[in-house]
């Protein structure tokens, strides 16, 4: 049976596509633009998830006494624990740039996220759905910087929640609803 979190996180990881349609108006020529950055997008998700998972799945065994390499338990995959397998294998140098990728790669999701986030504030405040102080710009950039805020306030909130995987279940429902 594939447990509820497996499910959750490969959701988690694979939706949020159609966020990019947030930037349209910023975009020349979104209709050649989009789909071919999905199609390369999609070739560096399947890239970046697959070759190391298959790499740490090649060198964890479970019946590796006559191999020489350290045995690796599957109820021991937790956060955190690709780095580990990396370090072991390659070096702590290999680790702590696997480390250094993944939190390059939380800190570009989160800025994308609060830039798709603030826009829909943006527009929903400029329509009548929300507070007008919501649709509030930047005399310089032109970005919505009270919705950034609320954004950046209601995320600080969630992260008190726990978990990464209570969070997913979080994120996976609201984007369901």
């Given amino acids: 049976m594939v447990p509820i979190a497996y499910l959750n996180n490969l959701f988690w990881n694979l939706n949020y596509f159609d966020t990019a349609s947030s930037f349209a108006a910023d975009v020349k020529n979104p209709g050649k633009a989009f789909p071919r950055a999905m199609l390369i997008a999609i070739v560096f998700i399947v890239v ?32 955190g624990y690709m780095a580990e397998i990396v370090s072991d294998t390659m070096g702590s140098w290999c680790g702590i740039s696997v480390v250094v990728g993944i939190s390059l790669s939380t800190v570009g999701l989160y800025e994308a996220d609060l830039s798709y986030l603030s826009l829909k504030l943006l527009g929903m405040a400029e329509r009548g759905f929300l507070p ?3 649709a509030k710009r930047s005399t310089v950039y032109g970005t919505p910087v009270n919705a950034i805020l609320v954004t950046t306030v209601v995320t600080l909130i969630l992260t008190q929640f726990g978990t990464l995987t209570t969070l997913v279940e979080i994120l996976n429902f609201n984007y369901a609803v």
């Fill in 48 to 79: 970046a998830y697959f070759v190391p998972l298959m790499v740490a799945i090649g060198v964890w065994s479970p019946n590796n006494e006559h191999t020489g390499q350290q045995q690796y338990q599957q109820e021991a995959w937790v956060d």
């Fill in 132 to 134: 007008a102080v919501l």
